[in-house]
């Protein structure tokens, strides 16, 4: 069987890609000295490189399979295919977003104020385009890092910088003026890997695995005990996705329930549940859920 | 509804207390710059405070919610209520206490011993208090920290310090004269908030997670194969906290039972239910319990 | 009760050891001070000590039980009761393994070339021991570390030399000759204590306590539902260690099969049983299992 | 003869001070465990304590000399001897500075706008002398750190609190009100010690060994060789503390001319000297100026 | 006066640039917040950014003057005035140099072999001439970073990576084709700053200072005591420079001796100097020289 | 000419040596795979190895030249020439020793109470030779390190272990019986390098310029002014190694006096020479003197 060439991210994500294939069921071992990592499945070889170039070797075939951010597959205009989204690993409650930043007195209040302007950011093709779109003319050029230095101190006029909560940037004295981008995580594939049915059925099943251990992130599996009289009650509390599983306990009177929930809702549902008369409640992790 | 403000105590207990929040339902992400941590729940805003502090805070109202030590509100005479008792976060298995603490050679071996001596602690109030109980009259002063230096340099007579196991205060050269306190972390609100029906509602549902988190922490959920007629042996062995749940297996031969047990008592109740029979035994962790 | 000497191997096993030592059901807290280890079991007295020095406190009765390597077993020849083998804390997919090494341009190609040559080690008696029995004679000395810097030198001929994947040993431009032994952990016991009856229920209960720690790190339940009907081909697929757990739906169609397998097979169960007309699919952790 | 207890600051200022020490001509060697850091003159004894506390022992007499901050010594109004002020460990070229600082939009403008507001600082009690002063009543409580947050997160009304160049300040969000100290570190004795004449004249050596090393950190020694016609041009452009050192070289037509200035002049001298005649012109550091 | 505006390289340069100011005579301190760094000189600005971008700031004139790479001054082909090379912070005694790199066993054995080939590097301009100039057509691509892992891992045919000493390319089992460009650090200028008499006038003195500054980091002065006899013997040895410094020594049989020499050759002057009769050798540190 | 081999102590001794070196003449930089470090002079090539192992590998030729302690010369017993003592990298003011440590409350008094007991020690050889010329028959087995705490776990009865103050012994509940070795850094040579003039003379050259590196880290340079009538009075003062060198300024009125002299005793003599007319009083570090 043919090798199924896989891209794991370097860098900020890469512990954390690590984990996730490791809870879908790939242990992977990087070696110190960047030669492949060790994969426990003999028809993967995998390979470590960043982010923003994952795309393009996808679309060439050097990789039938990569994970990167929507942002990079924006950036590189690769030709790939996307076959699910998967977000982990945020530092915050809210979404990656690239903006655009000027300072706080500056005179720029829309897209439209940059005409003729000087742009600094990571994301100049896009940031290109998203200009071109609206019809301003601007310089926008490669910033190698420490973006927001280069707004602060005057080296250019705004820049289009990636943020989460926006906390750093109001803290240099920068300003948002608009947002053109919130990027995830994507699982991107290789045109012709996903014509091979081979290998269109091994990237199927990662895909599969990967966002099984990724529900099973966001949901807990939750037990009560509950008095038969009152079992209409408590079922009515839950969500409706499947019938729960009901068992019979040792002790005829009470009835055992078991359901999966949102690890969100949990807060809110265990207070309804004993009003409900369910006792012994019990909340467990998942590892994989589909 | 009115924002809940709720007192995490930032420091040693910070980690800890994040991840028990985040067990109990509620993910809290500290920014970097001391602005008000996130929390995934609108009705509530935290703040990240010294443990020093936060009974103050809660006491004149600016928070109506916070997690302190025993030893600080003793301290700082705070009036505010405690809704409970929340043990985590231990480095060893024995519990803090704060003990009067005097050089291996010196002639105290009592707290009447210290009449006109000079004491350094970081609990200044309470040791005063502690003393005037006893008729001792001594001079108490404030220390900024390296508390033991002090006393092992002859800076003071005696000091009052935090411990655990006493192995550094023996380290030093020094020796532990008598426990003054045995402190623990309590979560405390204002009377004001608990006199608010909505406010005290969200108190009551925090405390139910954070003690049902708690909880989960020290139990395990133990599950085993028994063969019908030997039920009765295998059931007897389990605490009767709860009839265990029983139920049916595709052999009808043997049953499934599952309870609740310490997970102290685990290492001495397997090699038992074996000796009784029980086969497949499994053991899995919980996230919440009550 | 006779307390039970146990000893934990010091540095870079220590955290694995006693992170399987918790999961097992015993908490120890090491002291930063050498004083011995915390444990919350009142029979046993926790040592730490370097793997190398293990074996040889073992049979000489100094402690009762500990953890240490084949390889040091061999080393000093001490004379144990090797209770069962303990496989944790690996950084690869890859067994550990002594090999003999030389530079890449060496002319050394098997074992007899070394006849006469110059060989650093750590593992000193146990080299001499297999030269000796292959007929070769060679001067062997201890190497006090940064043993592949000497090969790399040319302060000896060869070296052997501990290694998982050899990448290391290949990145210095050397060579591996010849395996001489896969190493692994394992649980010692002292023969006086084995003939102990009380000591010898606590190894055992030790023992046992640690494999079903281990066991569980390789397992996970998975359960799923299942239309009725179609429960013989789910079942089928399932390995037939042991009956699964099937029990009732509140919705009568449907039925609950819970089972435990590899979790490195999850990844291709979980297709399969998809498409037997399984649904709810989930996996859970397991922390103990026999 | 009678030993001399010094205080050492301890934290922040203790590898800078240590350093000073050791240009000084003292060896001070800080032991891990707290017991006296080791020195290798056998009159001194040394004792490691926080800066906070130091005026109050030296006043005691618990020690007759220590380096401290002058906002320490006015915090606690310890009655001591400032034997010196001595500047060193500066991260940036400005003074330190405690400032009254508040959020960007409170209405607070100047000190007089505090009336019965609420400040936290770690500086309680010179804060409020300093708002007594000037006939403002507010509510000052002590800070045990993070004091910049509590300003944010709107815990108190204004703080107190110490800056170099108020960038942290303003990337809070926050605003400086005003400017309450200048701070700098002292070297302070008790008053007994110094009318002790073999104690006093210890304390006038140390205070002369530690200002004659910073002396030379802030000044060069500078050579130069010069045609003998145009001495007198080169020895204009020079600083006139001092006659400059003038010695023959081998080269008659050459004199050699050595002089001390300022390091921060060097860059402006250097090519007026060049254009002046002088030609081999070295800069050497000193280690001890008086 | 008109502020000249000074970039400082980012990154790894950063502190060796930083000292080097220092040694020179400007204290740059730089905050943590990206800020303009702190200059003890009113008439100078200073920006931290990547070298990679210097040399374009430089040449439009948002920066007058600034240190950056050879390598990426012809990347940028940035239109600049080269004031001076400026050698310092190399961690080995080789030259940076970029170089083409393949697989060990790859059968490119010189550039010519490209032809149609893909490169990896950083550098994409200067290898996209460099290859044109050659008839080589391959297409190059930028390398965000692991540039070496795209070689070994097979994503590209080579790279082109810096090196200094080519070890950690030999270990990752890669071999050095060709040495495309040895690169230095360069003081570069903007043309209308050059232009303009008084910021001409600030950067040539900057110029002199860090020339002078590294210059005497290679050199150290070496004095010595010579019998009067033996004077012609003594300087004889000295390098021929300069005429030494002679001056009178109290014993009017002996004269002090004072040079300058390169402190790598110190190691091999003493001994014949000492053969020569000189007596207490000495040598000492230079801060700057010229 | 032949290559001397030169062998550096890998480990806690590195840097400091390497540092000793750039001081002497030779810039040695370490590569981080182990391979020879680089030096700047095509005539020495070096190895870093443990301290344990140097002599061994000086005796036997591998190696011309290298630095290890006296204890693992003694340890070997291996046949080297001790070229001379380099003392340097000291964390105290005091010596490292040997000692032999038993639990406070061990009933070891001296050595001879150590009959039939039994002791860890990484220094096995040499206490073995210890204990018997003192007719002592003792078992001594090799500590693999953490030495201390197998005294404190009573696994042995007594440790001989590496100290300077000893308070890390005394802080662990140790007692110190007797010394056993005071040790320090050699520079040992192979007799037959020795023999070989060639090699003899690079010896000896390194030799004489550490040791000038180290008298000059001792020892500092004093300058002054003194009036031309006072100059009696403050030659007095000056140690008598050398007569002091003395220059005429250009005030004629006043003599420039320069001498070496110890550094730890400018702390007592500057006082003395400022009473005695000096001013102007500089202090220069030195980098050679001999």
Redesign the interface.
């Known amino acids: 069987m043919p090798l199924l060439k896989l891209g794991i991210p370097?860098g900020s994500l890469q512990d954390a890609t690590i984990d996730l294939f490791a809870q879908?069921?790939?242990?992977i071992?990087p070696?110190?000295?960047?030669?492949?990592p060790?994969i426990?499945d003999p028809d993967i070889q995998c390979?470590?490189?960043?982010a923003?170039?994952m795309a393009?070797?996808v679309e060439r075939g050097?990789?039938d399979l990569g994970l990167t951010g929507l942002d990079w597959i924006l950036e590189t205009e690769a030709e790939v295919e996307e076959i699910c989204t998967l977000t982990y690993s945020k530092?915050?409650?809210?979404p990656s977003r690239w903006v655009l930043v000027v300072p706080e007195d500056s005179p720029v209040r829309s897209v439209s104020d940059l005409q003729d302007r000087k742009i600094a950011t990571e994301l100049v093709n896009f940031t290109r385009r998203y200009l071109t779109e609206r019809g301003v003319d601007a310089e926008v050029?490669f910033?190698?890092?420490?973006t927001?230095?280069?707004a602060?101190?005057?080296?250019v006029d705004a820049i289009v910088e990636i943020t989460e909560?926006g906390?750093?940037i109001?803290?240099?004295?920068l300003r948002i003026v608009e947002e053109l981008l919130v990027t995830e995580t994507r699982l991107v594939a290789n045109h012709g890997a996903m014509r091979d049915p081979a290998r269109r059925a091994r990237i199927e099943?990662i895909a599969?695995?990967l966002q099984?251990a990724l529900a099973?992130r966001s949901k807990?599996?939750l037990k009560c005990?509950v008095p038969a009289k009152r079992l209409d009650d408590v079922?009515e509390l839950l969500p409706s996705l499947?019938?729960?599983?009901?068992?019979?306990?040792?002790?005829p009177q009470?009835l055992?329930v078991e359901t999966?929930v949102d690890?969100?809702m949990?807060?809110?549902l265990?207070?309804q549940l004993?009003a409900a008369g369910a006792?012994?409640?019990?909340?467990?992790?998942?590892?994989?859920?589909?």
Chains 1, 2, 3, 4, 5, 6 share one sequence.
């Open positions: 370097k879908a069921g790939w242990r071992a070696h110190s000295r960047h030669y492949y060790d426990d390979s470590l490189l960043r923003q170039e393009r070797y050097t990789l530092s915050s409650n809210r050029e910033s190698w890092g420490a927001e230095a280069k602060v101190e005057g080296l909560t906390s750093t109001r803290a240099h004295g099943q599969m695995m099984s099973a807990v599996a005990n079922v499947h019938a729960p599983t009901v068992s019979h306990l040792y002790d009470w055992a999966i690890a969100a949990v807060r809110d265990i207070p004993r006792e012994g409640i019990l909340e467990y992790e998942l590892r994989k859920m589909l």
